[in-house]
């Protein structure tokens, strides 16, 4: 049997994938990244966190170069701090979106990302953060949400899981808008057509690369578009049963270096 080639770039998602449960990085997976570079191949972050809240994570990884945020939203290059490409959710559209969905579920709690390298995460009374070393800054009602120019929302609902409301919120917003599930607790709403995927495609083509070589992990629905896209898929142990169907392999936990046990494997 052939023996596969090494992969020419590493795309990683973060929470719950490359970061462990306190947000760190552990020695091993920064050896197996470091691994990466030395052999030549390129690795990208490409997550659902917005630009300003990768800084210091992109900072430990000795990143200098390009990351994919806000699910696709925004092209970020690391050592310029600058954005090189991004796009946004208009007003009428979210709050039309927003409008479908509780119609059809009830209220909902809402947030937004903003755009831009500064952009803050702004939760609306009643939403209550799914993860809680993210900074957040809470306003006094869902118009000042609005704002200033936003990348993606955020939602919860007060009874339903997030499976449910996911699958009730793709049966009304239609082309509205993207609607994904990135996290516990974390459904959200992305300007239309844009995916992880389509983020990881513009980074790549940027450096020259492109599907057939690009080994992807991640743990969660947001993944799916970016493994499809990528030769090949490899979901960590504890991943959403969506993203664990459309893998190629499945590695151990993030708490257990999974990303770490198959880059180890790859580049000896």
């Known amino acids: 049997m052939p023996v596969r080639p090494a992969p020419a770039l590493i795309a990683t998602d973060l ?5 462990r449960g306190d947000d760190t990085l552990s020695e091993r997976s920064l050896a197996a990244l470091a691994r990466v570079t030395a052999a030549g191949a390129r690795h990208l972050v490409v997550t659902g966190r917005p630009a300003p809240r990768v800084r210091s994570l992109l900072k430990d990884l000795g990143c200098t170069g390009l990351a994919v945020c806000g699910q696709g939203a925004q092209l970020y290059d690391a050592g310029a701090d600058r954005l090189l490409w991004s796009v946004t959710l208009d007003r009428e559209t979210a709050e039309t979106a927003l409008g479908k969905i ?17 952009g803050l995460t702004l939760i609306e009374p009643g939403y209550r953060m799914p993860h809680p070393t993210l900074p957040a800054r809470r306003v006094g009602r869902r118009d000042d949400l609005w704002r200033t120019p936003i990348s993606k929302v955020l ?30 607790g974390t459904v959200e709403l992305q300007p239309r057509g844009i995916t992880k995927a389509t983020g990881l495609a513009l980074a790549a083509g940027r450096l020259g690369l492109g599907p057939e070589g690009t080994l992807a992990f ?11 896209w990528a030769a090949r898929g ?21 708490e257990d270096d999974g990303v770490a046990v198959v880059l180890e494997r790859l580049f000896t």
């Open 155 to 184: 939602l919860r609902h007060p009874g339903l899981s997030d499976d449910e409301l996911a699958e009730a919120a793709r049966g009304v917003v239609g082309s509205l808008a993207t609607v994904t599930m990135s996290g516990p």
């Open 234 to 254: 490899v979901a960590m142990a504890d991943a959403h049963p969506e993203l664990k169907a459309v893998a190629d392999e499945v590695t151990t936990s993030n």
């Open 218 to 228: 991640g743990d969660m629905p947001n993944d799916i578009p970016m493994f499809r």
């Open 102 to 118: 509780e119609a059809e579920v009830g209220e909902v709690y809402a947030a937004v990302d903003q755009d831009g390298v500064d």
């Open 15 to 19: 929470d719950g994938t490359l970061l």
